[in-house]
């Protein structure tokens, strides 16, 4: 009895010694959170004068109605980066996950091969300015959605990692559905992926926040206002600010009474936000993908 009571008094302490340390980081984590949506509600004055605080002074919209003063750039922005978030992230998990299936099949004669070109490729690259020169004068891409889209669309490292998943699948799951007359591909489609669902959780929230968080490529091959990504929208609307103040200060101007940091904060909480409600959906199936290639006694 007196071992019974002293394992559940053990549990007891356990219990709160564990849920006091994830309380404590999880405020942690959202303590930032609070303090830029705090900062993007704050008077740009209160923030130079007294700097940043969780409950703001003088509370004020003047940031979003800077950011929202032309609504349909911004929307179109948002238009162009969900588009090429949700587009993406399906061609990027379907063609890596298609990738994985083939290098890690013990039948396919090439599959070193295939493995070592693709790692191969994470080793070096041709350089910025070749990349530049192959996609706008070869590749004819430049100011086109596509490049936005197939750029980032395969990633090595997902490939090698999803390839480790697969071969945790028995391989006797193949070899029964091939005697039952199954191809290939619909091994893959039926058998393969639906059991693939932890590992393409996990690597599709990476590409969907790579896509989303994307603004070299916009920089880089984007000259049409049209076809801007969210972020380098915004970037765009953070330097538009600095040069007006810039400009002011040199011409001996009055400085123009612009929510400078209120714009950064509220800038963080539009382009932040959508992610972070997405999350949700998929945490179910992220722990399980963080154990991708584990050890397994």
């Known amino acids: 009895m007196k071992a019974t009571n002293k394992i559940r008094m053990d549990q007891l302490v356990l219990n709160a010694v564990s849920y006091s340390w994830v309380t404590f980081v999880a405020v942690l984590c959202v303590l930032p959170f609070l303090l830029i949506l705090s900062g993007s509600l704050t008077k ?57 299936y083939v ?31 192959l996609v706008v004068n070869y590749l004819k891409l ?34 029964s559905a091939k005697i039952d007359g199954a191809g290939d591909f619909t091994i893959f489609l039926r058998l393969i992926l639906p059991l693939c669902k932890p590992a393409l959780a996990t690597i599709g929230l990476f590409v969907a926040l790579n896509y989303w968080n994307d603004w070299f490529y916009s920089l880089l091959f984007i000259s049409d206002q049209k076809l801007y990504a969210l972020q380098y929208y915004l970037y765009k609307v953070i330097g538009n600010v600095d040069a007006l103040k810039i400009v002011a200060e040199k011409t001996g101007n009055q400085v123009p009474d612009l929510p400078g940091e209120g714009i950064k904060m509220a800038l963080t909480m539009v382009v932040t936000g959508p992610i972070i409600f997405l999350y949700p959906f998929v945490q179910r199936y992220f722990v399980k993908g963080l154990t991708i290639g584990a050890v397994k006694g």
């Open 44 to 100: 740009e004055s209160e923030i130079i004068l007294e700097g940043f605080k969780l409950i703001p002074k003088q509370f004020s919209l003047e940031a979003y109605q800077f950011i929202f003063n032309y609504p349909q750039d911004i929307l179109r922005a948002y238009g162009v980066t969900v588009s090429l978030t949700v587009l993406g992230t399906i061609l990027s998990l379907f063609f890596i996950s298609m990738s994985s």
């Open 103 to 133: 290098i890690q099949r013990t039948d396919f004669k090439w599959r070193n091969a295939f493995s070592f070109f693709f790692y191969f490729t994470t080793l070096f690259s041709g350089g910025l300015v070749p990349f530049y020169i």
């Open 142 to 175: 430049k100011d086109t959605y596509w490049v936005l889209l197939l750029l980032p669309l395969i990633n090595v490292f997902y490939i090698l990692v999803m390839k480790s998943f697969m071969r945790s699948i028995p391989a006797a799951i193949t070899e």
